[in-house]
């Protein structure tokens, strides 16, 4: 059910254009539809809003929308950035305790490693 307090065409009630959940214009998109389209906002200002009420927050969400007109294309990974992102994903996979490559990411609940964890050693 859409809400009428989220109907805000010209702005005045919170700041900018704000719409009901699956109400937007054509023409604009959120950071993910720009994503998937290979697209970024580029700098360019939030030009409107989606407001709905959440019942897992129990609240109101906000999605903000950028115009695609103005979204420019997704920058490229260089070699460098795909190294640097190979060697976080690596760090995330060591564990702190036994120094080994897990095979995994290592749970950050545990803070290490799944044998490492059952050790009884360690449990102490």
Do not use: N
């Not at 996979?93 to 964890?117: E, F, W």
């Amino acid at each position: 059910m859409s809400h009428p307090r989220f109907w805000d065409l010209d702005g005045t009630r919170y700041g900018i254009p704000t719409y009901p959940y699956h109400l937007a214009p054509d023409g604009l998109a959120t950071r993910r539809q720009l994503r998937a389209r290979g697209l970024r906002p580029g700098g360019q200002p939030v030009a409107a809003q989606i407001l709905w009420r959440s019942r897992r927050t129990r609240g109101v969400r906000a999605a903000y929308l950028y115009c695609i007109s103005l979204a420019l294309p997704v920058r490229p990974m260089t070699p460098a950035k795909w190294a640097a992102l190979e060697r976080a994903l690596a760090a995330r996979r060591r564990c702190p305790c036994c120094r080994r490559d897990a095979g995994y990411t290592v749970p950050t609940s545990l803070g290490t490693c799944l044998t490492c964890a059952k050790s009884p050693v360690l449990a102490a």
